[in-house]
């Protein structure tokens, strides 16, 4: 859906966020946070992608694929 909001603003209304879904996402982004530093620290060669520009972020991704990086995170698909 929010895609489908990013594409079509007129077409619907997000819901607000409920304080759960906002701990849920918090909860989420800190293990993942704990996650991508662990594979920084004991994976050599790790590429991390650029959420802020698609087009950088997909050429960024395939450019990474080649050099057949042992780990991609956030690749741009």
């Known amino acids: 859906m929010?895609?489908?909001y990013l594409e079509n603003r007129d077409a619907v209304t997000p819901d607000q966020e409920t304080e759960d879904q906002k701990l849920i996402a918090r909860t989420g982004d800190?293990?993942?946070d704990a996650v991508l530093k662990e594979f920084k620290s004991s994976v050599a060669g790790l590429v991390e992608i650029a959420k802020d520009d698609a087009t950088a972020g997909h050429s960024e991704t395939?450019?990474?694929v080649q050099?057949?990086?042992p780990i991609i995170y956030q690749a741009a698909l």
Do not use: F, L, V
């Open 30 to 32: 800190q293990h993942e």
């Open 67 to 69: 050099a057949h990086a």
């Open 62 to 64: 395939i450019a990474a």
């Open 2 to 4: 929010d895609r489908y």
